[in-house]
Every structure is written in C-alpha cells, then in structure tokens.
T-cell receptor, first 108, second 119 residues
Framework: KNEVEQSPQNLTAQEGEFITINCSYSVGISALHWLQQHPGGGIVSLFMLSSGKKKHGRLIATINIQEKHSSLHITASHPRDSAVYICAVGGSQGNLIFGKGTKLSVKP | EAQVTQNPRYLITVTGKKLTVTCSQNMNHEYMSWYRQDPGLGLRQIYYSMNVEVTDKGDVPEGYKVSRKEKRNFPLILESPSPNQTSLYFC??????????????????FGSGTQLSVL
C-alpha cells in the first residue's frame, strides 16, 4: 500500500467547474505540500500546510491531521489550471514522500 | 530573483561515464534535496541535506552521491551511470522552521529539471 494516495488519478472538467483533488496518507507528518506541474515539466509549490486551511486566489487547501487527509479545491476552473497536481508529505527528519499525482484537464 | 538553478537541462551520456548535475540556490535555504521522476512511479527522493555537511538518504539513493560543502550548492553525482538511471531529475530547496517541537520544511522551490538519458 502506498503511503500517500491521491484521487482521482485523472480528472476532466469543464471551464468554470469546482474541482476537488484528495490526498490521504498513512504516515506521521510534519507538513503537507501541494505542488503543480505543467506540461513541460516545471514544478511549482502551491501550498504548505501543517493544519487548517489556506487560500490563494481560486485555490484552497485544507488538511485534517486526525483523519490524515488533505484536499485541494479549485474554484471557477480555467483551462490554464490544466496540470498535474502532486501531494507530498514531509516528516520531521526532512524526508518527503509523494503521491503519484492527479492529472487535471479543464476544457473550454 | 529568488531561484534554484539546475544544470544541465538535458544530458545524454553512456554507461559508466561519471557525471555531475549541479544545483544552486540564492535564498540561503538550509534544506536542499534531489528527486527523480519516472512515469508511473511519480517523484521519489534520492538524497536530502538539512544543512552544510549534513546529508541523508531518501527512498532511492543507490547509485548516487551528493555533497554539501557550501550552503548554496548541492551537486548530484553519478559515479557510474547505468540505463536505469535514465530519468527526469529535480533539485529543490526550502527554509526549515520549528513548530512546537517539530521541525518542518517551508515552501519548496524547485529547479527546472534535468532530463538524463544513459545509453
């Protein structure tokens, strides 16, 4: 069993839809990161969470430490949001474990 | 501009020929790390460093070496590359902070990646 599970693996949405990507983990963590990787490969950090909720523009990330679960929400999705979204959990020792990613495609 | 600089962007080599991929950051970050990304396997951590002269193995360290002689640089060395090391490699850095009694990474900054092919 993978230590970090993301769902769904693939997601197709129409422009304007509300999108949710989920991340569940089975290990103790000090922080959870949400990353975005566009075609072409570059990786950008969207959020670092250790508790609660964070918002940046149309993106919202939440984490429930007790349930070992995090969600990434995109409101009013746009074709430029098409990318792979990756969840990564960090231990206090500096190690990072990644989910396999969710490939999002937003159609105009 | 705050950035992580990774070179080269593309590299084709032959089995057994030693190579180094360089990584440098200008943000005075304590933490630096190397990852490889393979289709179907996602990103996996190779090595990481919490500070100068401190390095630790990640999930897939076999066949790789690293060193952290200066805070800004964290090169990845393949002493005898093999075809199974063909992959897309990323370097990243971040600050570390203490929350309660737990140390953790702040926001991660990634290099632009190195596509390595070992023939």
């Amino acid at each position: 069993k993978n230590e970090v599970e993301q769902s769904p693996q693939n997601l197709t949405a129409q422009e304007g839809e509300f999108i949710t990507i989920n991340c569940s983990y089975s290990v103790g963590i000090s922080a959870l990161h949400w990353l975005q990787q566009h075609p072409g490969g570059g990786i950008v950090s969207l959020f670092m969470l250790s508790s609660g909720k964070k918002k940046h523009g149309r993106l919202i990330a939440t984490i429930n430490i007790q349930e070992k679960h995090s969600s990434l929400h995109i409101t009013a999705s746009h074709p430029r949001d098409s990318a792979v979204y990756i969840c990564a959990v960090g231990g206090s020792q500096g190690n990072l474990i990644f989910g396999k990613g969710t490939k999002l495609s937003v159609k105009p | 501009e705050a950035q992580v600089t990774q070179n080269p962007r593309y590299l084709i080599t032959v089995t057994g020929k030693k190579l180094t991929v360089t990584c440098s950051q200008n943000m005075n970050h304590e933490y630096m790390s190397w990852y490889r990304q393979d289709p179907g396997l996602g990103l996996r951590q190779i090595y990481y460093s919490m500070n100068v002269e401190v390095t630790d193995k990640g999930d897939v360290p076999e066949g790789y070496k690293v060193s952290r002689k200066e805070k800004r640089n964290f090169p990845l060395i393949l002493e005898s590359p093999s075809p199974n090391q063909t992959s897309l490699y990323f370097c990243a850095s971040s600050l570390r902070f203490i929350q309660g009694d737990i140390a953790t990474n702040e926001k991660l900054f990634f290099g632009s990646g190195t596509q390595l092919s070992v023939l």
